[in-house]
């Protein structure tokens, strides 16, 4: 039996939620398969992220295939996340580092299912910690104890194993003797592009490798450029004042539009003067 494959190219059904995204400059433009654009006041376009808050498991569904699909979900994706280091219950899965870096799974499901179809995907993301102590500084508030998916550098959907390149595919779900086949896809994804990319990118090495190869997930640096000049410059501050640090702060200003000057130069200030301290 083939797997069903729901694709969304509008993502209609979903909230368009980002608590932290591009803090400082870039002029964006759409890519393929983007989803949503970074702006320098830290919200994002069309982005179908959610929080966890909004993200219920198949929510509307039918009462035995929203069940199954829990208890199916619980007893193959729960295990699968202990055994690499990710604590929590579905919908979320978070594993952390000592130096405060998060790497967090969220199985969020469509606004759009109905009474007799369910629609999930897979939402990945990586949030090291000078992104977060940056993303304090300029909101003004506290970092939430569990930090969300959305409030990611590094950010990726996991879509179903048949989806086709030019789409945004969901698991679909419409009985439940379907569910195994779809969470068994699941997993197999997790085990291919989840949890083995999160771990490595909890090391910070491999994170700002990951930035100088311009793939960031959703972001490319051919589309925002500012936005992995600030991801750089965040990762290389804590080491001291250095010209790798100078290059990519230049960048930050040479890449923001009038209107992001003044927040770009805030930015530069800051990073320089956690620099300055870290020696």
Not at 215 to 237: H, I, Q, S
């Amino acid at each position: 039996m083939a797997l069903s494959v729901s694709t969304d190219q509008d993502t209609s059904g979903s909230a368009a939620i980002s608590a932290s995204t591009l803090r400082i400059g870039g002029r964006q433009r759409a890519g393929k398969r983007t989803v949503g654009r970074p702006m320098h006041d830290g919200t994002t376009t069309g982005s179908p992220l959610v929080p966890d808050h909004i993200s219920m498991l198949c929510e509307d569904a039918s009462v035995g295939v929203r069940d199954d699909l829990r208890a199916e979900v619980r007893d193959v994706l729960g295990p699968a996340a202990r055994s690499h280091g990710f604590k929590g219950t579905s919908p979320t899965w978070r594993r952390s580092t000592p130096s405060g870096d998060w790497a967090i799974v969220n199985l969020q499901s469509s606004r759009s299912s109905s009474a007799s179809s369910v629609r999930c995907v897979l939402n990945t993301s990586v949030a090291p910690e000078p992104w977060l102590r940056w993303t304090r500084v300029q909101t003004g508030t506290a970092m939430p104890k569990a930090i969300p998916e959305s409030m990611g550098l590094y950010k990726q959907r996991l879509l179903p194993s048949n989806t086709p390149d030019s789409n945004d595919g969901w698991w679909q779900v419409d009985s439940p003797r379907r569910v195994p086949q779809v969470v068994d896809d699941m997993h197999a994804q997790l085990e291919r592009q989840g949890w083995p990319v999160l771990g490595r990118l909890l090391e910070r090495d491999e994170m700002l490798d990951r930035i100088r190869q311009g793939d960031l997930g959703f972001w490319r640096k051919e589309n925002v450029p500012g936005y992995f000049a600030t991801a750089e410059a965040l990762l290389l501050m804590d080491a001291g004042p250095s010209r790798a640090l100078d290059e990519q702060l230049a960048l930050v200003r040479a890449t923001s539009t009038a209107a992001q000057v003044e927040s770009a130069d805030r930015f530069v200030r800051w990073v320089r003067q956690q620099a300055e301290s870290a020696t």
